[in-house]
């Protein structure tokens, strides 16, 4: 009996582990337990940053990806017509939930 318990406790870590490498994000380093980065990514010609546009992509488990993190989306959701920075944001918790966002400041 107990090593049935072994063995299934072995299999269940094993599996935790596989599941929890599928979503991972794919810019700048990570951490396989957490990341939370923010990355450059352009710098623009717009004299200021005062409006802020935040579009993302939302991972589950590394299954299931929903999202639009477009530059234009982004830029769609501050209403900004010159770029003056765009930036990239990761985030990730054991693989299990991942969030990429472009964040785009201008005017």
């Not at 318990?5 to 700048?28: E, H, P, Q, R, T």
């Not at 409006?51 to 993190?69: E, P, Y």
């Not at 501050?78 to 990761?90: D, F, L, P, Q």
Request: net charge positive; with cysteine; charged share 15%.
């Amino acid at each position: 009996m107990r090593r049935l318990k072994v063995v299934l406790f072995s299999v269940f870590i094993i599996m935790l582990l596989f599941v929890s490498g599928c979503g991972f994000v794919a810019d700048g380093p990570f951490g396989w337990v957490y990341t939370d980065t923010k990355l450059p990514v352009y710098m623009g010609t717009a004299q200021s940053g005062s409006k802020i546009g935040v579009a993302c992509i939302h991972s589950f488990f590394g299954a299931v990806s929903i999202g639009d993190a477009s530059i234009e989306a982004s830029m769609k959701d501050a209403g900004i017509k010159s770029v003056y920075t765009i930036n990239k944001e990761n985030l990730n918790i054991f693989g299990t939930y991942t969030r990429q966002c472009t964040v785009i400041s201008g005017e």
